[in-house]
């Protein structure tokens, strides 16, 4: 009785939230691959140290730009804060500003607003489909293990069983962003502690010669404050690390998880997060197929009652 009520509040809380759920976990599959493209795109040595300050010497002489990030796949700094539309886009191999349009960036940056407030800034519904999901993870566990076979409902429970950890890991952390919770430092701040008094904001420009001093210039990511903290992020050993900049010098970050396994840096967390989509992709098309065929048969089995009923009368 209690498994057959169980069954029942799993499949209408996932009817009710199916297409949040699924605009949600679709985006952040395709957010996945965002830092495996990043990390993978890093050539160590490509670019200088002379070409990153020159162009914010020469496109932000008034040092009014609020920080810059770099796609290290086309080679383009994007300077915040500096140009017309607030932004102006250089080239790292030619110096010279550029008109860039990536079909790549424009698809991570749509994905990107779609995954955290879907639309008209819906931002409760996502955390509200996170909730659902570990909802339906916990009811799936009360609801006890039973034996697979090769059918939509074998793959649900295979899925559900066999990916456990990642289907639970991802809502889990998203729900850890939503609510500003970090482990191993704040989640504005990768790493940073609560209690440490905040450093004077520096010059973008200052910033980035302690940076290229430091680290490879072709290694930084991007650069700005986050948290009242100069932060810089820097690509080294496959994975994506987070550097605080002052001016006696450069401290990494330990890494904030909740926000380094959902969000992703570097190529294994990207992998990872890529599993976790797909899988819950998975449960979501093989539990409401489920739900279909069954609603389907009941159908079926009322209509050729009532036809029964006909015939006799």
């Given at each position: ?91 790292l191999v030619s110096g010279e500003e550029v008109d860039v349009e990536s079909a790549l960036s424009d698809l991570f940056s ?89 450093a004077p904001q520096m010059p973008i420009a200052e910033a980035a010669q302690l940076a290229v001093a430091a680290v490879d ?97």
């Amino acid at each position: 009785m209690l498994k057959a009520q169980l069954l029942r509040l799993h499949r209408w809380v996932a009817l009710v939230f199916a297409l949040p759920v699924l605009v949600v976990v679709a985006t952040g599959l395709i957010l996945s691959f965002e830092p495996i493209v990043e990390a993978s795109s890093v050539t160590p040595g490509s670019v200088s140290a002379e070409k990153l300050t020159g162009a914010l010497a020469k496109f932000d002489p008034q040092g009014r730009a609020r920080g810059f990030s770099v796609d290290p796949r086309l080679g383009i700094m994007t300077l915040q804060g500096v140009g017309e539309d607030g932004s102006t886009d250089v080239s790292l191999v030619s110096g010279e500003e550029v008109d860039v349009e990536s079909a790549l960036s424009d698809l991570f940056s749509t994905a990107r607003s779609l995954h955290q407030r879907l639309i008209f800034r819906m931002r409760w519904l996502v955390t509200a489909s996170a909730f659902a999901m570990l909802v339906l993870a916990t009811i799936g566990v009360f609801m006890g293990f039973s034996r697979l076979r090769n059918n939509f409902s074998g793959w649900h429970k295979a899925v559900a069983w066999g990916l456990f950890p990642l289907v639970v890991l991802s809502p889990l952390t998203g729900l850890f962003l939503a609510f500003n919770v970090g482990i191993g430092g704040p989640a504005g701040v990768p790493g940073s502690g609560r209690g440490q008094a905040r450093a004077p904001q520096m010059p973008i420009a200052e910033a980035a010669q302690l940076a290229v001093a430091a680290v490879d210039p072709a290694t930084i990511l991007s650069l700005g404050v986050r948290g009242g903290r100069m932060i810089a992020r820097v690509a080294e050993h496959g994975e994506v690390a987070s550097y605080i900049v002052s001016k006696s010098g450069m401290v990494r970050q330990p890494a904030n998880w909740p926000r380094t396994l959902h969000v992703g840096a570097g190529l294994w967390t990207g992998l990872l997060n890529v599993v976790a989509s797909f899988a819950i992709l998975v449960l979501l098309c093989t539990g409401v197929t489920i739900w279909a065929r069954r609603e389907w048969r009941i159908r079926n089995r009322r209509r050729a009652t009532v036809s029964k009923a006909a015939a006799v009368a």
